[in-house]
């Protein structure tokens, strides 16, 4: 069974969000996510490890703990298994199933999503021997340059839900169009709502006090 493999850091996530959240909020927010992710991932069938940096105890997936960065957490955990590893981002909650399995399916070694601004948010890796992450700057090439000098066929996967990474507050617009789930229902309950100024569609809060 494919593993799906979710990094995650709880504490003081999504920092580039503080213009619009608390740390407290951001916690929960990322949490909220956190759990969509995991919906899908099951939904897809896949067993889901939740790589985290300390130990919470998420429904839904198993919980693997390394105080461990990002890229080192995630090479420790590919050099530990020889089954196929689909890595996701735990900030994709429009991600579904369908596009999930599209991915899993792929007839490459390495299925590839980059996200905007020359990330990437999903990797499924069919045998983890010969591959290895190196997250943070231009990964997306990167992951690419990996697959090459290690003669991996790749497949980049065009789809705009696994695209979509929730990063800055103009991302969560998107939340309100593409989803249902319980990071859209965190947002709704905070007293966030999509606005359209001047043509613009964006996303406005008027209870926040601006984080220090
Ligand atoms: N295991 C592990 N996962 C991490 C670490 N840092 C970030 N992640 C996870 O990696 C994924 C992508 O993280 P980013 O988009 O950089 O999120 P972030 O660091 O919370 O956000 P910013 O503070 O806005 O950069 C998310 O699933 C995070 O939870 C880490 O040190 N270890
Ligand atoms: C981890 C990083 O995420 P971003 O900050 O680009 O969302 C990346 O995709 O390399």
Do not use: W
């Not at 896949?46 to 300390?54: A, I, Y």
């Not at 190196?134 to 790749?154: M, P, Q, W």
């Amino acid at each position: 069974m494919v593993h799906a493999v979710i990094p995650f850091r709880p504490t003081n996530p999504k920092t580039r969000l503080s213009c619009i959240l608390s740390q407290e909020e951001r916690e929960k927010f990322a949490l909220a996510m956190l759990s969509d992710v995991i919906c899908t991932t099951n939904s897809a069938c896949c067993r889901t490890v939740l790589l985290c940096t300390e130990d919470i105890s998420v429904e839904g997936a198993e919980t693997v703990v390394k105080p461990l960065g990002l890229n080192e957490a995630l090479n420790e955990y590919l050099s530990e298994t020889d089954d196929s590893v689909f890595i996701i981002m735990s900030d994709l909650p429009l991600a579904t199933a369908e596009s999930v399995i599209g991915m899993v399916k792929t007839g490459s070694d390495i299925a590839v999503v980059p996200g905007r601004g020359g990330g990437t948010n999903a990797i499924f890796v069919k045998n983890p021997d010969k591959f290895h992450v190196d997250f943070y700057g231009a990964s997306f090439s990167d992951h690419l340059n990996i697959c090459r000098d290690e003669g991996l066929t790749v497949e980049v996967i065009d789809s705009f839900r696994l695209s979509t990474d929730i990063d800055e507050k103009e991302d969560l617009v998107e939340i309100f169009l593409h989803s249902e789930g319980e990071s859209r229902g965190f947002l709704e309950n905070l007293g966030v709502k999509m606005s359209v100024e001047k043509g613009r569609v964006g996303v406005h809060r008027h209870t926040h006090k601006e984080a220090s």
